[in-house]
């Protein structure tokens, strides 16, 4: 499997690498949680947008983010979630892209979100302004009622590979046993035909397990909770990196 290295941290080697969410609402209350994330034993900061009150006004996101990483000191992933796969707010499709191009040409992004199932020719010319930028792709799906069959998760994170992704992630929420089964498999499954970082979780608390057992099926990453998490079943980081020691291969 090929890696991608963003600053001093190298996902899909070694441990599952542990990102924590900024779910603020306010720029103060950002960089409080951005100062804060200084401090938290985690290894990439994600900056929730679509919990930003301002993130529609022009040039504040990418504005903001470069104080964002000048508090928090480690690689930034910076995320839109769509309302409809479990985001904070409603946004156009126009509006979502135009504050990513603006992040990208003028704010401090190390890896960029990007949402599989958004226009096919906008994510193209998003990813591909991204690559010229040094930005890594994090292209993802999630599904907050139900596990979709396990050929149908190897198709989205193969999707997502062919769209230039750098990391392919998914998330499904799990009705039983059975669906994280599903999740798990699906993820070794992937790995044999796409070479790239896979980031892959069975939500809620039934699904838990998929999120510190990384290294024994495939996903290279694992979201922390710091004080409030941003989707179910989030592991508080204060234990999340001894868990991971302990279910280490090697």
Same mark, same amino acid.
């Given at each position: 499997m090929? &890696?991608?290295?963003?600053? @001093?941290v190298v996902l899909g080697q070694g %441990?599952? /690498? !542990? !990102?924590?969410?900024?779910?603020? &609402? &306010?720029?103060?209350?950002i960089l409080k949680a951005a100062a804060e994330a200084h401090d938290l034993d985690c290894d990439l900061i994600e900056w929730r947008i679509d919990w930003y009150q301002d993130v529609a006004a022009e040039g504040a996101a990418a504005a903001l983010s470069h104080k964002v990483k000048k508090?928090?000191? #480690?690689?930034?992933?910076?995320?839109? %979630? &769509? =309302? =409809?796969e479990g985001g904070e707010m409603e946004l156009s499709d126009e509006l979502y892209f135009a504050i990513y191009r603006d992040i990208l040409e003028n704010g401090a992004a190390d890896l960029l979100d990007v949402e599989l199932f958004m226009d096919e020719a906008e994510v193209a010319v998003t990813v591909d302004?991204?690559? =010229? /930028?040094?930005? =890594? !792709?994090?292209m993802c799906n999630h599904d907050f009622f139900a596990?979709?069959? #396990?050929?149908e998760i190897v198709k989205r994170l193969t999707a997502m @590979?062919? /769209?230039g992704a750098d990391i392919c992630k998914i998330a499904v929420m799990p009705q039983s046993n059975e669906d994280v089964l599903t999740l798990l498999s699906a993820t070794v499954e992937t790995k044999k035909t796409v070479k790239k970082p896979l980031i892959t979780m069975s939500m809620g608390a039934l699904g838990m397990v998929s999120r510190v057992s990384g290294e024994v099926f495939g996903s290279a990453a694992t979201f922390g909770a710091a004080k409030q998490a941003s989707a179910p079943g989030q592991v508080p980081v204060g234990r999340l990196r001894d868990t991971l020691e302990t279910l280490k291969l090697s």
């Open positions: 090929s &890696t991608v290295t963003v600053e @001093n %441990r599952p /690498k !542990i !990102i924590v969410p900024i779910v603020g &609402t &306010t720029e103060e209350a508090a928090i000191q #480690k690689p930034l992933l910076v995320t839109f %979630r &769509t =309302k =409809k302004l991204a690559h =010229k /930028k040094g930005v =890594k !792709i994090v596990t979709p069959a #396990k050929e @590979n062919a /769209k």
